[in-house]
Each structure stands twice: as C-alpha cells, then as structure tokens.
C-alpha cells in the first residue's frame, strides 16, 4: 500500500510538471484527489492494516495529497503567469506609431506680442485701456496738440470718413480720452492696444491697418529717467536681459522732449549685420514727456503734473522677436503662418 | 536733407571728425543720419582724357574709334558708342584697370574686330542717379569744360570725392533744411563756431524799383516779397563745384541763373525763383490769391486750374508763378534771358501746402515753405543770391531791392528755471551748465540766479514753450548720461478689467477646442459689407478710399474669415479653423462716431478628424461647431441661459442653421454656410459663428458656489420616444426638464432614428434622465412618480409616445 502511494505520488507528479494548460491541470487534480481518485481508493483497504500501522498510513497519505496539491498549485501560478505572459506578448504595440493628434489652435502672432506686453506692465501697475478704431478728430489729433494745418498731420495720412470722423491713425487718442476721463487727477497709468489705420498701400513692410502698443504714465514728478528706466525693464523683459538701450532724440507733436528708443542688436549683439543694417542698434519705440498742451487739454495742470508717453509697433516687435519678414503675413492668416506661434518658450 | 560733407566744411571746423563720426554724434544729438554715402564709392582708374581724333567704326554704324590723349601725349585707342561724342572734347576715361560702380573692372578688349583700351564714361557710368544728370548729358557722355587739365583724377574734377550725409528731419527740425542751419546744429554738437557767408555785391547805378514795382494783396499769406533785378547776365553752365553741390543735395543742375537761386536755397533754407524779366510782360508784380478757374502753365509744362485757395505770383494780370510751388513757363529764365527777376519771399505754411497738396506737386520750395522759413534769411538770401549771379553769370546787379514788407519778425523769449529742467529730465544740472548748452546753440541766455532768459533766433522756429528749451537742454547734454529710474507715487495694482480678463478665456477656450485666431482687416468692400451682418445698417463708407476693396467699415467678421478659408483652401490646405474678436461699425447719425461692437466669429472647414494611420476622417459638421459653442457658453457659465432655434439667412444652409439666443435677446448665429456660396469660395462644407461678444461677456452669470458632492446614488431611467419630424429636440428636452421636477437632475439624448423603419413623417428619439436626491437614497417609487409625470407631460404637449 505504502508503495502504491508512492508510485501515484510519482505519476501524478510526472504528470503536473508536463501538463501545458490549466485546464489539464484541472483534471490532473480531479483525476487524483477527487474523490473517486486513486488515492481513496487505495485508502479503502486501510481496514485490513493493523491498528499500529494504520495512522502511519493515514499520515502517508496525507504527505502524498500534500505533495500533489503543492505540485499543482506551483504548475498553477507558473501556467497562470505564462498565460499572462503571452497575453501581453499578444498585445504589443508598435509604441513609436504617432498618437492620437489632440487638435488646438493657438493665439495670433500679434495677439501673443501684445498680451506679453500687456502682462509685463500690468505687473507694474498699469491697466489696459482701450478705444474705438473709429475716433473724431478731436481726439486722434488736436487734443493731442496736432492742430487742423498742422504739418505733422503730414506723417500720418488718414482714412477719413467725414471732415470730423476717421479711423485711427494711431492709439494715442485712446490716452487723451482716459485722461478725459480722470478730470485733471493723476495717477494715471495705461497701456493702450489696438488696431490703426493709414493710408499706405500694403507691401512687404507697409500696411493700411496694423496694431499699435501705447504706454501713458501721468504723475506729479514724474521724470524722463523714469521713461528711460522704465523702456529698459520693457527692452530686457521683451528681448532679453542682455538688452541695451539708447535714447535718440526725435519729434512727436505730443511730447516734449520726444525720443526714439533703439536696443542694441539682438542677432549680432551690436557688432553689425541686416537686420541693424550694420549700426548695432535696432529702433523700437517712440516716446517721450507729454506735451504741456496735451496735458492742459485734457484738464490736467502742466505746472503740477508731469507724464511720459510711448508707443510702438506690434507687428515691428512681432517682426523681430519672430523673424517675420513680409508684414502682409500677419493679415493673410495663412495656416502654415498661424500654426507656427504655437510653441511657448 | 543731404548734406555735403565737404560743403558743410566751410561753414564748421571738421577737422579730425569722420563723416561717419559726425553722423554718429548728430544721430545722437537729435536728427536721424540715415546714411553715409560716399560719391566715389568702388571707382578707380578714372582720369580726363582729350579725344584727339574720331573715326566711324568700319563695320558698326553707332560705334566711334577714338584716339584718346590721357595726359602723357600718347594716344590710346577706344571705342565709344555715345552719340555724343567728338574730336575735340575734354573727357572722363576709364583706363584699362579701372573699376567702375558695381565692381565693373575694364579690360582691354576687341570690339567688332577693332581694340578698345579703355571706355570713355557717361555720369550715369560713374555713379550719378540719371535724373541728377543735367539734361545736355543725359543722353551720352559727360563732356568737361575745355580748361581742364588732362590726366587728372576726373572724379576730383567733378568734386565727386565727398561723402553725403542724409539726414531724416523730423517736421520741427525745418531749420535744418539748409547747409546754414546744419552748420549751426553741428557747431552746437562740437563745441565749435559757425562761419557765416558774407555777402558783398557791387551794384550798378540803375535802380531795380526803375525797373520794377511790387503789390501784395494776399499780405496774410505773403507778408515779406523782396525783388531785386541784376541785367546783362549770359545763361552757361554754373561751374563744376556748384553742380556738384547741388547733385550731392539730390538737386539737377540746368544753367547758372537756376543752379545758384537752387543753391541759395540749399545754403540759406530760402526759397528763391528767377524770372525772365524781359519775359514778363510788364513792370509789375502782384501777389495776390488767384481767380477762380484761372489758369497757369508750370515749369514741368504742366498747365494747372487754379482755386481762390492757391496764391500766385502775377505780372499784374496773368499768373507768372505758382507763389513758393513752382514758376511758370511763361517767364522761365532760359538762354536767351539777359534780366533776370529775382524773387526772395516769406510765405507762409499754409498757403504753399493747400497748393502743393491740390496740385500733387511738391518742389523743394514748397517743402521748406510748408514747414517754415527763417524770416531773416529773406534778405541776406537775396543779396548773396545777387553776389554769386555777378560771380557766375557776369550780371550785374540794380541798385536796391523792391519790397513789400509787412512781416513782424520778433524772437521768443523763453524764461525757465533749472528746476524745471532738472524736475522734466530727472537731472541734477547746474544753471551753468544749461547756459552753456543753449549758448552752443547760439540762444542769448540771461541768468539770474536759478533763472534763465533765452532769445532764440528766429531760424529756430520750432522752440516756442520751456518743455522745448528743456529738450535741447537734454539732447546735448545726452540722454545716454541720464540714470535710470522708476515712476514713484502711490502704488497702483494693474489688471485686467473683467470684460478683458474674459476675452481672453473666451480665445484660450477656442484656441483649445482646435481653432486659430486669425486676425483680418476692418476695412471691406461695399459689396461685401452687409453679408452676414447681424443688424442690417448701411455701411459707412471712406470719404477717399484706397481701394473699392478696402472702402467701408465691416459689419461683420463671418465674410473675412470666409475669404481665409478661401485662401487657405487654394493652397491645398484641405481643414482650417479659425477664429477672430474683432470690432464690428453700425451707421449712427450723421457725423457721429459708428457704434462699435465687437465680435466673435468663427468658420472650419475639411477635415475635423483626421488621424491617419488608424483610418479615421470625419469632416466638419454642424454639431462639431455647436458643441465648440456650447462648451464656450459653459465655461462663461452661460449654457442653460442659451437657446437655439431655427434660422433662415442669406448665405446660410436654410435648413442646418440656427440663431442664438441668450435667455430673449438674439445674440447671433451658427450655421453651414450655403452651398452656393461655398461653391463660390471653392470651399468644402463651412460652418460659421458670428456672436455679440459684448452681449456675451456682459450677461450676468451666478457667482460660483460650491456645490455638495452626491453622497447617495442616481438612477436613470432611458426613454425613446417616437415623435413628429418636425419636433425639436430643444421642445422636447424642455418639456421633460420641466415636468421632472427637482429630482431630475440630467436630461440628454442619446440616440436619433429617422430610418425607414419609422412611420412617414415620425423619428425616434432617445433620452437618458438622471434622477437624484442630495438628501437621501432614492427609492423606485419616487421615480417612478417623477418619471411618469414626464411621459404624461411629453405625451401631452408633444404627442411623443413611448416606441415600443
């Protein structure tokens, strides 16, 4: 008997190590310790065993269902795992295949250059403000000390609608409605965004519409150190901290003194080349202390108040920062051109 | 301005300074020098010559076989085509080895068999603009006065060894208009002193007001005519030197009486006109505004109706000259001129501009009258004028001038204090120090103690308040030495008003669901204006456009966005999407500012789907645009105030559009674009938007309260009901919103059929409901309750019954 059990051991272990499924070593157990196996079959004849050996059988037996269950259970988790094993194997992906495109647009070069601006100085206290593209006379030109017959009009040719009515030449009329609006009291500080409009006839570095950027800061004491240090926080936030500055004097009929802002050339680094067309300076801006007329104008007392002004190109800022070159591009909203201003540094 | 750099020298001490130097320190001091130009930039080999004999070529009727002397009495042989050329003529030759501009380099060569050892030049050849070449020349080659020496340097000979300084003038810098004023600035810049011109001119015992009278009605417009009349002059050439200037300064040269009334010009900023006198045709001269409808023919031969606005010269009774424009032909100085007629005068501004703009003719007169001209050069102008003309042009001068003078020339005087410089620029300077700026300047400055008295001189129009002492003070003491600081004051917080804080979601939001901002004109053309529009006003039109396509104010954006679609899609770009926040203009009153709004519009088109490998590709369709919407509306918490309903408008899909609607008020629309139109655009199917952004960004929306997370489950319960065609699914949803009461949490459809499976005129439409209590747990029967109310209520007002 003692040697039956050894041999069943023996076979069924035999035949769970071979078994290649788990159904197979399904019946293996089934066919061994069900209860109509071999085992309790020769556990029948344990009555003709004498009372000494009859335990020692019994406990025989038990090591031998042991053993078997153990061996099944160890075929089982190595089966299962191979099972697992080659169902991964079955779901292998080529993982360099390109995902699901997730489709988004992105804002317009323009827009990304002014809301950078915007951000920058909303940093330093200022708010924006904006005006209509469609402004009077008054505003766009004589409350910003540009008489009727005045020759700067000159520079500026105008769509006008009628004799009092023309659409923007320029932002600034935005600046002399806030300070309207503040009746004669300061602080005010703006920014002003937005369209303009002049007579040109579109080419690649003239357009009839384009966007302007203004700043207006209206304070007692305020001074023209105070613009120069403001322009060079503007000059190193927008174009980099390694940014220089200069202050060349020029002629706004709204300021006084008036200044053109150059920073030192950002491809060569002020040693020469196009873009700075060899001076090492590119012009960027201009600006300067409001003009005492402008000031009285819109009811602020010159002798009191002081303020500085300036003004720049979005498409110019645009057209440098990105290395745009034809400024019909940002009104022709070619795909290929839009989909470029997606990436943030 | 261009500004001689060799000229300039006999005004102010440049010695040891460069040209490019110079343009250095005068860029930095306040006028622009936009370039440097070298005259004689990349030539080389150059030299006078003497055609000493001329053949035709054997076998080339336009070519010459010159033998040219170059000085060292040997004859080289070149060939010249010039028509121009002859035996005996003083020449620019460039020898074999020379270079000329565009790095042309002469080699000896052969043509049509004959050797040519050299090339005999043209200006042009030699780097002159064509239209500076004086008419004589223009045609061939320059031929030298017959006194030049041969074998020289010809470039030298034709003073082309200068460098030109162009100078960007600002409109208040009119005083640099002239080699004068430049000098004045220049000398302030270096420290240095200005040497004036003295002119001396001998008269002869005639007296000019023999000859002439002057009478100035128009006073306002002209109130200083000086004339004086020099006789016995003989038309030539003007020497070399003075064409040279007046080439340099972008001025052609024509004869000696006209190149020295255009030097004076240059030299003194005044404008200066030589009429023929015996050409005249009287002994008068009136000034006065011309008639309307009168008539006059200029110098450029153009003949020109004149408006009571325009100011004429007149001998009494015709027009003679356009006043400070342009002459007239009439009485132009030629070669038989022997008297001539010269005018110096003050006009003013506005007059010279209303005639230059009316008659889109801008002379370098006019130029510098529009934007003034130093009362007291007006005399000394004339006298120097009359000095070069007995110097040049053998004239001789009558005694005196004939003038109308009612001009008050008196110079600002300006009292500032150091304070007030000190407190604009944000500098600590001493009253010394500004003192001898504005004496660099030439301004008589008075001080006392912390005051400053300054007379500016009247060539200094331009500074008229202390803000513009202040400027000159800064810019010569240099903007590159003030510090740099802060505005102080009260601390202000910069933000975005919430409109703006708004706008900006609104295109992060857009810009995330897969459109690009695009950003187009405002500007349209009348036939395109009203397309799309959501109020129907008649545009408003420029009064000069440039274009008919840029004529009007847009009244919407959909049309614009339309035409980059169309743009796009010719360039086999087969899906865009984009979007725009842009102003739109309604029509007010007359002579009232437009209403602005602005807008939001949107337009896709091709493609929505695409990803390639995996096969899929699904086009545009109407519920990709509405859901875009949708999710637009509910990120500005305005979704459950917002319904659709059916739209017909021009230019859309009749049946796959809708208006919008935010609670009563019509806020815009969504819609396929017509087939038509998009057949016209060459455009797959195209969904647009346009919205009121304002109305959007303006509704009231509840303030966000946080809402208690559900602690007990939901039920749902699906219905499809089977409907007429024509029933909406906005009707039905709002019948079941309305009739589940407060436990019906979520209404959607989940399924449409309008399959043949279904009776004519019926569809099957699905919903799923959502029932849920925060308090409890719910129990069958309470939805039960609910959800029977619904049926009852579909059934009832929409005839809806259950499909079985």
Known sequence: MQERLKELQAEALEKVSAAIDLKELNDIRVAYLGKKGPITEVLKGMGKLSAEERPKMGALANEVRDQITQGITAKQVQLEEAQIQAKLAAETIDVTLPGRPVHTGNHHSLTRVVEEIEDLFIGMGYTVAEGPEVEKDYYNFEALNLPKGHPARDMQDSFYITEDILLRTHTSPVQARTMEKHEGKGPVKIICPGKVFRRDNDDATHSHQFMQIEGLVIDENIRMTDLKGTLEVFAKKMFGEEREIRLRPSFFPFTEPSVEMDISCMICSGKGCNVCKTTGWIEILGAGMVHPNVLEMAGFDSKKYTGFAFGMGAERIAMLKYGVDDIRHFYTNDSRFLKQFSIHE | ?????????????????????????ITKSGIEVEGVETLDEGIKGVVVGYVAEKEKHPSADKLNICQVDLGDGELVQIICGAPNVDKGQKVAVATVGAVLPGNFKIKKAKLRGEASNGMICSLQELGFESKLVAKDYSEGIYVFPADTELGTNALEQLHRDDQVLELGLTPNRADCQSMLGVAYEVAAILGKDVKLPQPRVETVSERAADYITVNVEAADDNPLYVAKVIKNVKIAPSPLWLQARL??????????????????????????????????????????????????????????????????????????????????????????????????????????????????????????????????????????????????????????????????????????????????????????????????????????????????????????????????????????????????????????????????????????????????????????????????????????????????????????????????????????????????????????????????????????????????????????????????????????????????????????????????????????????????????????????????????????????????????????????????????????????????????????????????????????????????????????????????????????????
């Open chain 2, 247 to 804: 080439t340099a300064a972008g001025i052609r040269p024509h004869n000696n009486v006209v190149d020295i009334t255009n030097y004076i010009l240059l030299e003194y900023g005044q404008p200066l006109h030589a009429f023929d006198y015996d050409r005249l045709g009287s002994k008068e001269i009136l000034v006065r505004r011309a008639n309307q409808g009168e008539k006059i023919t200029t110098l450029d031969d153009a003949e020109r109706e004149l408006t009571t606005d325009h100011l004429v010269i007149t001998n009494g009774e015709v027009p003679v000259a356009l006043a400070g424009v342009m002459g007239g032909a009439n009485s132009e100085v030629g070669n038989e001129t022997t008297t001539v007629l010269l005018e110096s005068a003050y006009f003013t501004g506005g007059a010279i501009r209303k005639s230059s703009k009316d008659h889109g003719l801008r002379s370098e007169a006019s130029a510098r009258y529009e934007k003034g001209v130093d009362p007291q050069r007006v005399r000394p102008a004339a006298e120097r004028a009359a000095q070069l003309l007995t110097q040049y042009a053998g004239g001789e001068v009558l005694e005196g001038s004939v003038e109308v003078d009612t001009l008050k020339v008196e110079p600002a005087v300006i009292t500032i204090t150091i304070d007030k410089i000190n407190r604009v620029l944000g500098t600590s300077l001493l009253v010394s120090e500004a003192k001898d700026i504005l004496e660099r300047l030439q301004f008589t400055t008075v001080v006392e103690e912390n005051e400053m008295t300054v007379t500016v001189p009247t060539r200094r129009g331009d500074i008229t308040i202390e803000e513009d002492l202040v400027e000159e003070v800064g810019r010569l003491y240099g903007y590159d030495n003030l510090a740099s600081t802060l505005p102080g004051g009260t601390a202000s917080a910069g933000s975005l008003t919430p409109y703006q804080k708004k706008r900006r979601i609104v295109r992060q939001y857009l810009e995330g669901a897969g459109l690009y901002q695009a950003i187009t004109y405002s500007l349209t053309s009348e036939d395109k204006a009203q397309n799309y529009s959501l109020e129907a006003r008649d545009p408003i039109k420029l009064a000069m456009p440039m274009s008919e396509e840029r004529s009007v104010l847009r009244l919407s954006l959909t049309p614009h966005l339309l035409e980059v679609l169309k743009y796009n899609s010719a360039r086999q770009i087969d899906a865009t999407a984009i979007y725009e926040t842009g102003s739109i203009f309604l029509r007010t009153a007359e002579n009232e500012l437009p209403e602005e709004k602005e807008h939001l519009a949107a337009a896709i088109t091709g493609l929505w789907e695409l990803h390639q490998w995996q096969g899929e590709k699904k086009p545009v369709d109407f519920f990709v645009l509405k859901g875009i919407l949708e999710g637009l509306f509910s990120k500005l918490g305005l979704l459950e105030q917002i319904t659709f309903t059916k739209f017909e408008k021009d230019g859309l899909h009749p049946g796959r559009s809708a208006e919008v609607f935010l609670n009563e008020t019509s806020i815009g629309f969504i819609g396929q674009v017509h087939p038509n139109v998009e057949k016209e655009l060459d455009l797959k199917e195209t969904y647009v938007f346009e919205l009121s952004l304002e109305k959007l960004l303006h509704a009231e929306i509840k303030p966000l309260r946080y809402e208690a997370i559900p602690r007990y489950p939901s039920i749902t319960r699906d219905i499809a009901l089977v409907v007429d065609q024509t029933t909406t699914a906005q009707a039905l949803s709002t019948v079941i919103r309305e009739a589940g009461g407060k436990l019906l949490k979520d209404v959607h459809v989940f399924d449409l059929y309008e399959g043949d499976r279904m009776e004519e005129g019926k569809k099957s439409i699905a919903y799923s409901l959502k029932y849920f209590d925060p308090e409890r747990t719910l129990t069958d029967e309470d939805v039960v309750k609910a959800h029977d109310k619904v049926l009852k209520a579909l059934e009832e007002k929409t005839g809806a019954v259950l499909r079985g």
């Open chain 2, 1 to 25: 301005m261009y500004v001689s750099y060799k000229w300039l020298q006999e005004y102010v001490d440049l010695s040891g300074i460069t040209p490019e130097e110079l343009a250095e320190k």
